[in-house]
């Protein structure tokens, strides 16, 4: 059973452009949760999915953006007009249920750079 | 709102020497606590968990972790660290379904 698998690991986008970051959680796990690490900083969380629904997405930038579970095929969070200050790695994590004590599974990363 | 508090940013311990990391947790409620582990370049991986119970919680790695409502702490602890232990410690507290993190504490080992 592989674990949450995130690609890319690296990504490099100009100001301006989209970038577009996947998530395949757990096999049988319906739950997946987006973090953001900004250098010499803690995770903050950023959007809670199941799947085809958006269920907290407090921690989520007002613009730019957004991110899905289709029923079919890995979360996406997807960044509009990259800015410089989006620079982060940003974690996906899945879980089976959302019980309190479900623990939840990270994936390696994906480490976006804005040149 | 929950919140997690870290207060040591970096440590340094001498390899086989004991280590404590300390974190303190606010929630109205009772807690679910998470210590994980993240090497360079990695995700995370979870250490232990305390939900109920016990209040003296064993994990992976040697690691244990002890919840004192009293104080509001969730310490880590380890009686004698290897080299393999350097890495970043998160401290983590989990509401209705999301995990509060707090800023993490970088673990420097020394021969």
């Known amino acids: 059973n592989a674990g949450v698998m995130q690609n890319p690991r690296h990504l490099v986008r100009r100001r301006g452009q989209e970038a577009r970051l996947r998530c395949s959680p757990m096999?049988?796990?319906?739950?997946v949760y987006w973090y953001r690490q900004l250098p010499e900083e803690g995770l903050k969380f950023m959007v809670y999915?199941?799947?085809?629904?958006?269920?907290?997405e407090s921690g989520m930038p007002k613009e730019r953006f957004s991110a899905e579970f289709p029923k079919e095929g890995p979360s996406i969070l997807r960044i509009q007009q990259v800015v410089r200050g989006d620079s982060a790695a940003y974690f996906c994590?899945?879980?089976?249920?959302?019980?309190?004590?479900?623990?939840?599974?990270f994936g390696q990363g994906t480490r976006l750079t804005v040149v | 709102a929950q919140s997690v508090t870290q207060p040591d940013i970096h440590i340094t311990v001498s390899e086989g020497a004991s280590l404590e990391l300390r974190c303190n947790y606010s929630?109205?409620?009772?807690?679910?606590l998470f210590w994980y582990v993240q090497s360079p370049g990695q995700g995370l991986q979870l250490l232990l968990k305390?939900?109920?119970?016990?209040?003296l919680v064993q994990g992976i790695k040697g690691f244990e972790a002890e919840f004192k409502r009293s104080q509001s702490s969730f310490n880590l602890r380890k009686p004698s660290v290897h080299w393999s232990d350097a890495a970043e410690y998160f401290c983590?507290?989990?509401?209705?379904?999301?995990?509060?993190f707090g800023t993490g504490t970088r673990l420097t080992i020394i021969p």
């Open positions: 983590a507290v989990k509401g209705n379904e999301k995990l509060t």
């Open positions: 305390y939900f109920s119970g016990d209040t």
């Open positions: 994590a899945s879980s089976p249920v959302s019980d309190r004590d479900a623990e939840a599974f």
């Open positions: 096999k049988g796990h319906s739950h």
């Open positions: 929630y109205g409620a009772t807690p679910y």
């Open positions: 999915l199941q799947k085809e629904n958006i269920i907290d």
